[in-house]
């Protein structure tokens, strides 16, 4: 009877500490399209909410795919009648995708960070000094102007030195964004991990979000800390066949390298991949046949990634960088 009394409450405990780890660290995603942009960002917070239970997210990242401004702020709008505008960040997509399927335009994306493990600071860098700035006529200008601004991002970050991951969006499509990048990493290093991409370059759809309101020439920055561990990789390819393959050996190879158990997965893509792909849904199943249906996947399509460069350039070398044509693969583990 003893014996049976101890194993009772081992198993309790044990219970007991898997279920706060799970409170500890919460990623869940949610989407929907349509062409009713604010019952699309309505439909897709109701989903993110329903999926939190009795928990609160502390920050959801927003990337949309609708054509203009005036759809994105009623799509912003919609999310912000069922959660707080103070934690809505993120920016305008190409489409995206979550483990439950593909979201090509007119739709929005959302990915919510949360539980009592999980730290999230914020920062934005508004008014740049980029736009209009090209690399081929205005480098010196371009580089100041993102330099600068991505110094001060992360001077408003006093988490860096604890800092698990950093998610990046910004209004500076490739080769722009590792200018800004340039400037993250004068004050947080090179060894922090960082992840994101810079939204739609269409004149008109580069807007990037910060507590629910819209900005251009901006770049946003959300720092994460927590009891979890991040393995990173990028696969460059511009091929419909290409694109699939790489989908599927770099979601693999990410997955096999996590030091813990994989919780969540963030994929930043190429616009660019998404349009070689003759069926959109493709590149998602090829992601899908390493990690399955059940985890918990956010991927989004950008106009530039931040995250390691392609092996085939980078030597293995997992510093983050700015980068065009590639998808970004991050494995949150614990």
């Given amino acids: 009877m003893k014996a049976?009394?101890?194993?009772?409450?081992?198993?309790a405990f044990c219970c007991a500490s898997v279920w706060a780890a799970d409170d500890a660290l919460i990623f869940k995603t949610a989407s929907a399209s349509g062409e009713n942009a604010a019952e699309a960002g309505r439909k897709a917070a109701t989903e993110l909410k329903a999926a939190f239970?009795?928990?609160a997210p502390k920050a959801v990242l927003v990337m949309d795919s609708f054509e203009d401004v005036g759809a994105k702020k009623a799509m912003l709008g919609g999310v912000a009648s069922v959660l707080p505008k103070e934690i809505l960040f993120g920016g305008a997509s190409?489409?995206?995708?979550?483990?439950?399927?593909?979201?090509?335009?007119?739709?929005?994306?959302l990915l919510g960070i949360g539980g009592d493990g999980i730290g999230v600071e914020a920062a934005l860098?508004?008014?740049?000094?980029?736009?209009?700035?090209?690399?081929?006529?205005?480098?010196e200008k371009l580089t100041a102007a993102l330099n600068g601004a991505g110094e001060r991002l992360a001077k408003?970050?006093?988490g860096l030195d604890r800092g698990a991951l950093l998610l990046l969006i910004s209004d500076a499509h490739s080769p722009k964004n590792q200018l800004l990048l340039?400037?993250?990493q004068k004050v947080a290093g090179k060894k922090l991990?960082?992840?994101g991409g810079s939204v739609n370059k269409n004149a008109g759809q580069n807007w990037v979000y910060f507590r629910g309101a819209a900005h251009t020439d901006s770049a946003i920055a959300l720092l994460l800390t927590g009891p979890f561990k991040v393995t990173q990789t990028g696969r460059q390819a511009k091929t419909n066949e290409a694109v699939i393959e790489t989908a599927r050996e770099g979601s693999a190879s990410v997955l096999k390298s996590a030091p813990a158990k994989p919780f969540a997965v963030l994929a930043f893509n190429c616009g660019g991949r998404k349009g070689k792909l003759k069926r959109l849904e493709?590149?998602?199943?090829?992601?899908?046949?390493?990690?399955?249906?059940?985890?918990p996947l956010f991927g989004t399509y950008c106009a530039g990634e931040y995250g390691p460069a392609d092996i085939s350039e980078s030597k293995g070398d997992c510093t983050p960088c700015g980068r065009g044509w590639h998808v970004m693969f991050t494995v949150l583990a614990r």
């Fill in 182 to 184: 340039d400037g993250v």
């Fill in 53 to 55: 239970g009795g928990a």
């Fill in 282 to 295: 493709d590149e998602l199943e090829a992601i899908q046949t390493s990690m399955g249906k059940e985890m």
């Fill in 125 to 139: 860098a508004e008014n740049m000094g980029a736009a209009g700035l090209t690399m081929e006529k205005d480098l």
């Fill in 4 to 11: 049976m009394r101890v194993a009772a409450i081992v198993l």
């Fill in 156 to 158: 408003q970050l006093p």
């Fill in 94 to 109: 190409y489409g995206g995708f979550t483990q439950r399927g593909s979201i090509n335009d007119d739709g929005v994306v």
């Fill in 193 to 195: 991990p960082i992840t």
